[in-house]
């Protein structure tokens, strides 16, 4: 295996969308638990989970005059629950049903003092069971998840290069669990008209927030192609977007998705998957900040301006 194959690896989608599915179901419950003690950011950043250098983690989480945070451990296949006063408890990801690991969770944070109650049902998905009677998704192939884990190690480092070079309002790079997908957006400063809406099982009015301001957004997604596809699109739209030709070579605008795409097997097996990712964040970008008429020069600068300093 050479050293680009090892970085960037291969995961077919099909060959793990079972685990995936149960996957996104865990994610969903644990970033539950942190919206259930985050004070509102916009956008909903505060229910976000972060690519952390064993899996995914919600980052410190406010509880009382405390914290704690929980991590997924994809090298040791555990979820780790950790306080501030030194308690942890651990929670083996292995397969099991999402009614089983719900109970776990919970039963957990209760013998740490720190019950919670959640919207005990998941969003975005449809049909949406709830945690507690999901016995149909059951599934945890460890090889897949740390592949999966290892493909947003690679994907967050470039998309967190690209995100050094605008200082205007952007989000950190985070992976949302309601899509499970990992995203970063960039904000023109201009309000944008009240988004329609339309995810199953989720109200309208949190596409509301999200979607509050004018935006560019790009980000991971495990799905949209063999072996998941990178997207990038607009909110509002503005004309002429979808017509920017992007790079690099394979990608496309997609007119059911309304947003362009990058199969991750075409930046994986480029000659140098960063330059090609890079590509398509940056041109994508383009397509919105031009045709949106974005105040570019206040809004981008150089992330090496300092270095001969």
């Not at 988004?195 to 004018?214: F, I, K, L, Q, T």
């Not at 596809?229 to 605008?253: S, T, V, W």
């Not at 090609?276 to 600068?301: C, K, M, P, V």
Request: contains cysteine; proline residues 7%; negative net charge.
């Amino acid at each position: 295996m050479t050293d680009t194959a090892a970085r960037w690896p291969a995961l077919r989608v099909e060959d793990w969308t079972d685990t995936r599915d149960t996957l996104h179901m865990w994610t969903q419950i644990v970033g539950k638990l942190r919206m259930a003690h985050a004070p509102l950011v916009n956008h909903w950043w505060q229910v976000t989970l972060y690519v952390s250098p064993r899996g995914l983690t919600t980052g410190t989480v406010p509880h009382g005059d405390g914290a704690f945070d929980i991590e997924f451990d994809f090298i040791d296949h555990q979820l780790l629950i950790r306080t501030d006063s030194g308690a942890t408890r651990r929670i083996a990801l292995e397969p099991k049903s999402v009614a089983t690991f719900y109970g776990e969770v919970m039963a957990a944070l209760d013998s740490l003092g720190m019950a919670t109650t959640i919207q005990a049902s998941p969003n975005e998905v449809d049909p949406a069971i709830p945690f507690a009677e999901d016995h149909q998704h059951a599934s945890y192939d460890a090889e897949a998840a740390h592949l999966f884990w290892r493909q947003l190690v690679q994907a967050n480092r470039v998309i967190g290069e690209f995100r050094s070079h605008f200082i205007g309002k952007v989000s950190p790079v985070h992976f949302f669990w309601g899509a499970m997908d990992l995203a970063c957006t960039r904000f023109s400063g201009r309000s944008a008209p009240p988004h329609p809406g339309g995810a199953p099982n989720c109200g309208d009015w949190v596409m509301v927030e999200g979607y509050s301001r004018e935006l560019s957004s790009c980000g991971f997604w495990p799905g949209g192609g063999e072996e998941g596809a990178f997207y990038a699109y607009a909110y509002p739209e503005p004309a002429g977007f979808a017509d920017h030709a992007p790079g690099p070579e394979g990608a496309f605008y997609s007119k059911e998705n309304g947003q362009f795409l990058l199969p991750y097997e075409a930046v994986r097996t480029a000659a140098d998957p960063d330059a090609a990712l890079a590509q398509f964040l940056h041109s994508t970008y383009e397509a919105a900040a031009i045709h949106g008429d974005w105040d570019r020069a206040n809004l981008e600068d150089d992330p090496t301006r300092w270095n001969d300093r």
